[in-house]
């Protein structure tokens, strides 16, 4: 199993900006699609964004133009830089990765425990 850490989540006001991170446990030597979700309170995770291998990356609309998605390979880091944050994108943001080639073989579908992210009206 890999673990998946986010951070950088905390407390902004409307306008603001916020960059997150998700490191992995492990050395990683591949991933299939790596992606951010975020759940509100009281609603449904949602997709916010996801960057195949070798691909671009893809938002969903509600962020498209405030949102980057990147990746370090080297230091096996994936972010999300979060520009002109709106008081709807308050909830807790999760790092995803579909499948992960590490040393001792493929791990699919691995989470991370989730960074609070807060934006204040």
């Known amino acids: 199993q890999v673990q998946l850490v986010e951070s950088g989540g905390g407390l902004v006001q409307a306008g603001g900006s916020l960059s997150l991170s998700c490191t992995t446990s492990?050395?990683?030597?591949?991933?299939?699609?790596m992606s951010w979700y975020r759940q509100a309170p009281g609603k449904s995770r949602e997709l916010v964004g996801s960057?195949?291998?070798?691909?671009?990356?893809n938002y969903v609309d509600s962020v498209k133009g405030r949102f980057t998605i990147s990746r370090d390979n080297a230091k096996d880091t994936l972010y999300l830089q979060m520009n002109s944050l709106k008081p709807d994108d308050t909830g807790v943001y999760y790092c995803?990765?579909?499948?992960?080639?590490?040393?001792?073989?493929?791990?699919?579908?691995?989470w991370g425990q989730g960074t609070q992210v807060t934006v204040s009206s």
């Open positions: 995803h990765a579909d499948r992960l080639l590490t040393n001792w073989g493929i791990v699919d579908d691995s």
């Open positions: 492990t050395k990683i030597f591949g991933f299939g699609t």
């Open positions: 960057m195949r291998r070798g691909g671009p990356a």
